[in-house]
């Protein structure tokens, strides 16, 4: 059975590709797929352009990553030293508690961050 020639409305793209209609039409928008002058789309012609565009947001999606890592990276022997300084700074009991305290909220808060961050990441395109 070919499938050239097949047409789908916006709804039949929905229920085709497990689309919502907002997701739809932020593609539209961006785009990503375009209707023919009947308002309907060409099955084969939106497999592929959902295919280009789902590997262009995994390439740029491996960017990131690849950015954030080297970031976290090149950090962490900064982030290291920090962790450890209450210890190492030669100070007297109240002075180390209370830098061991600062130093603990800001390890959460660049947890949060990072939580944040990775959940950002998460997000499907479009989505704020």
Known sequence: MSLSGVRLTR????RAF???PAVLKVLEAQGVLEPDTDHTFDLTEAAA?????GLGQAAQAER?????SEALRAISPALQRLSELPDRAML??????????????FFTAFATLLARSSAALDRPPGES
Do not use: H, I, M, P
């Open 49 to 53: 352009a959902l295919v280009r565009f």
């Open 92 to 105: 007297d009991a109240w002075a180390r508690e209370r830098v061991a305290d600062e130093l603990a909220a």
């Open 64 to 68: 990131k990553l690849a950015a954030v």
């Open 18 to 20: 497990g689309l919502s």
């Open 11 to 14: 709804e039949g793209v929905c």
